[in-house]
């Protein structure tokens, strides 16, 4: 991306190149489900790390986004989103969630502008007014609301007694106002060494990103047929002889009416579910890739603490 030329550099003693006087920090974007968050880390990062559908509560675990503004790394952090938990996978998320605010030194509190103050909304505010965090609001979606209301929005937010550093309007589809956000995101955070090398865009693995590639697929091909409860684990990543890769794929759902809803009549959904995953899986991995998927019942998962784990959630009491 843009911010990532022009940057003067120091040799270190393991002989690779960084830049001087370099500045760091991470981000953490919060907001109820839906408000835009990982299509924002997205934009900002330039590519994608952060799977987008429209389902509710699509991002489960936090995934770090990485981009360079002049000589500032920025670590994004994407959160779930925080909403009034009901099951144990939805208080692990918010839990989640609150956890990636309090280790950030910023928190994007982003919100969908055309939706309006909702009672998430409201909760989150009230949460933020305590806990001391350098707070930006971004006001999401601009594209899609009259001036008029934006304005008085802008000014009900900030009359509620938590003091925002900043306020953006912005458009993570389309970009307006992203430039000025990282560009003042890369003078706000403090002086400090890379977190990572520069040309990472994200911390998480390439088996774990392929995961969620597919189940972002998933979802958009079912997105009102299939339940909340379902999951993705690549099983088998294995290099072939003529350079390509090899990977198996279980799609975990929770009933066997289930299983058939995903298979789809004569294997027609789950191939194309299959073809649409591994085109973004090569891109992603930069490597030809055959992909098979298998789909399986694992009754309950949401009470087994190894799949949190494997999720990188809190399986909590």
């Known amino acids: ?72 790394q920025i670590v994004f952090v994407d ?44 909760s989150i505010l009230g949460r933020l007014k305590d806990g001391g965090d350098r707070v930006v609001l971004l006001l999401n979606k601009i594209d899609r609301i009259e001036r008029e209301k934006l304005l008085a929005l802008t000014q009900d937010l900030t009359s509620r007694g938590l003091e925002f550093e900043r306020v953006f309007m912005i458009s993570a589809l389309n970009g307006s106002g992203c430039k000025d956000l990282l560009k003042w995101l890369g003078d706000a955070l403090p002086e400090g060494p890379w977190y990572y090398p520069e040309d990472q865009i ?61 298979i789809g009549h004569k294997g027609e959904t789950i191939k194309a579910i299959g073809q649409a995953a591994r085109i973004e899986i090569t891109e992603a991995a930069e490597e030809k890739v055959h992909l098979f998927l298998f789909v399986k019942v694992r009754e309950n998962w949401g009470d087994d603490p190894d799949r949190y784990r494997e999720m990188g959630l809190d399986f909590g009491g």
Do not use: C
Not at 247 to 252: A, R, S
């Open 1 to 72: 991306m843009e911010g990532r030329r022009g940057v003067s550099e120091t040799e270190n003693p393991g002989g690779s190149t960084l830049p001087s006087d370099t500045h760091s920090g991470f981000v953490a974007l919060l907001g109820a489900p839906n408000a835009g968050k990982s299509t924002l880390v997205n934009q900002l990062v330039g590519t994608k790390v952060s799977i987008v559908t429209h389902k509710v509560q699509t991002t489960r675990a936090l995934v770090r986004g990485i981009a360079i503004e002049n000589r500032t």
């Open 79 to 122: 959160a779930p989103g925080v909403f009034k938990p009901k099951r144990r996978l939805d208080r692990a998320m918010v839990r989640t969630a609150w956890s990636g605010a309090k280790d950030a030194d910023i928190v994007l509190f982003i919100m969908d502008a055309e939706r309006g103050v909702s009672e998430d909304v409201e």
């Open 202 to 262: 994200t911390d998480l693995p390439i088996r774990q990103l392929a995961a969620e590639i597919t189940r972002e697929k998933l979802f958009l091909r079912l997105h009102q047929e299939l339940p909340y409860a379902s999951t993705v684990e690549t099983e088998l990543w294995k290099r072939q002889p003529d350079g390509s890769v090899r990977i198996e794929q279980t799609i975990y759902v929770e009933r066997d009416s289930q299983k058939k809803i995903v």
